[in-house]
DNA sequence: CATTTCACAATCCGATCGTATTGCAAAGGG
DNA sequence: CCCTTTGCAATACGATCGGATTGTGAAATG
């Protein structure tokens, strides 16, 4: 048998090269001799991984949920026994585009949210991705509560909807360059602080 | 002199079409002869009333945002002496995908949300529009205040930063389909809820 | 050492893209 | 009535697209 590479790793180089592109330019740009430039490969290496540039797209998608998964769990087992309101706050920045990687992250999910509405496949990740967010922050909101952190007015359920669109309006607000990082955590710190007791 | 025609009408015309396609398929569907198509024209006109597909783009951007500031000044001179509060809810409620000229609107947003992050003129038009309803929202909080119907704890300028982001992800979620029209309208209901005394 | 199989690279293909060019019908003003 | 100007339609153009096809060097197996 001839040569053994990593399929996965090559799929995923790929992947980010496209992420670099559609950050940079959108996903209207991302043609697969674009992809290979960037990549600094050929063409033909795409076509060997991938069927169609439909194919790449969705594990690009994919791929960038599979971080932005691993980016939230690492924050929320960054510190041993936080206390709760300190987790939601940490899992609420990990959904804002403050360094590199998350800026990228949440580049890459603006340039996919419009092609997921037209696509079933990419739509149910978006779906199911903001599903388990919502779950997320609910639970580290009971946990709050519990630890007697939150006000009596709090509503867990609707204060979770509360704070996932507000993560997300705060993020596009970032991308857009309207609102720095520290003005996106004061606004975030802000509305916290109006949670306790 | 020949024919005169509405030269405006008939660029807001095509604009519309553009919309309709740009919704349904995205921007990168948005070619000339596809948007001819939808609006029932020949390429020829298009290339008539538009030096280029780039500025066809631009001016169709720019007609949703003539049609959003629209939209909020209707909503917010409906009613001749409204309560402060209700102002409010009447404002951010213009920000969400409601019915099918909203659904419209908020489609297109996003549509040109990644391209305007390339394009200077096109994020300053984001920006200012932005800015815009951020002020809009302060001073109605200002109303609200002045009429002792904000609570002690609400931050004018923090708060107005809330509500924005928070419509702006609430429409996400309503595009995307994991959020009712009614779950978002209870969502925001309860937040301002918490505002009041 | 021959052979098979994988991992590409290179080239080709028809379709479609944005744009430029050309032609022409219609509508006032002289 | 002619002439100019506008409002298009039609077509031509080179570039680029996604995808198919073909060619080749390297490695492991027999």
Redesign the pocket.
Known sequence: ?????D?GE?RREIAEALWRLAMRQGLE????????AEAG????????????????LLFAAGHAADRLRERVRRQLAGQAAPPPMAAVRALLVALLPVDEESRTGALVNVAFFIRALATPALSGAFRQGSAELLETISRCLRDARQAGELAAGIAVEQEARVLLALAGGLSSGMLMGDTSAEEAAETLDYHLARLRL
Chains 1, 2 share one sequence.
């Open positions: 048998m001839p040569k053994i590479v399929a090559r740009a991302v043609s697969l001799s674009a992809v290979a490969v050929s063409k033909g290496r795409l076509q060997h991984y991938f069927a169609s540039r439909e194919e790449m």
